[in-house]
């Protein structure tokens, strides 16, 4: 009406935000399993491995001698072309005793001095350059997983590389006792040679599945 004094705007306060769930608790089965070391012993150190007899205490008090492979980790790049090739290295295996049709991918480097080891990030661009003689523009981590738990502490990073480019001049190479040959296959052909048993090798297996369920989606 004329002549009345404006009312006041209400204005309401959001409502505060939840409290944050409280941070899980302690994992029964877990807590369960877990062994602690009680004593280890270096019996070999290598270039990059060490094999150790460690002996490890259940919660139960019982103890267990364990036959372990301490690694600094691993890369490997599923590297993919403008044609849709996969980038593939074959080289002789010594444990398998034959040579094998991998994709590209190496060992983490550790510093001597400090112990420190290398990126993951870093290393997947050094390796494939240095095996394919190629380098990517765009990069996506897969995923992580441990190659064989049973006896070694390697823990494999897997990569996505496209947008490929030769490196040209001053390209970085494979190691002095490394011995490789590219070879470039269609995706669609590298699944079959999966599901045929031609490729075994485990991260390839798991990387090329991993590309062709990607393509399915």
Do not use: C
């Not at 991998?102 to 990126?119: H, K, S």
């Not at 470039?184 to 490729?199: F, K, M, T, Y």
């Amino acid at each position: 009406m004329p002549g009345m004094p404006d009312l006041p705007v209400l204005r309401r306060d959001p409502p505060p935000d939840p409290p944050p769930d409280p941070p899980p608790g302690p994992d029964p089965v877990e807590e369960r399993l877990a062994e602690r070391v009680v004593d280890s012993a270096v019996i070999h150190r290598g270039r990059y491995l060490e094999v150790r007899v460690e002996t490890t205490e259940r919660a139960d008090g019982s103890r267990h001698r364990r036959d372990v492979v301490r690694h600094p980790g691993a890369v490997a790049i599923v590297a993919l072309d403008e044609t849709d090739g996969l980038l593939l290295v074959r080289q002789w295996r010594q444990a398998a005793g034959r040579s094998l049709l991998e994709i590209p991918a190496g060992t983490l480097d550790r510093d001597p001095a400090t112990g420190a080891v290398e990126d993951p990030e870093l290393a997947s661009r050094r390796e494939l350059e240095e095996e394919t003689g190629y380098r990517a523009a765009n990069w996506e981590e897969l995923g992580t997983f441990w190659t064989a738990p049973g006896f070694a502490s390697e823990l494999m990073h897997l990569y996505l590389a496209t947008d490929l480019v030769a490196a040209g001049p001053g390209r970085l190479t494979p190691d002095a006792d490394e011995a490789l040959e590219l070879v470039r296959i269609p995706v669609a052909d590298a699944l079959a040679a999966v599901e045929r048993g031609d490729i075994r090798d485990a991260k390839t297996v798991v990387g090329i599945l991993l590309l062709g369920r990607r393509q399915r989606r």
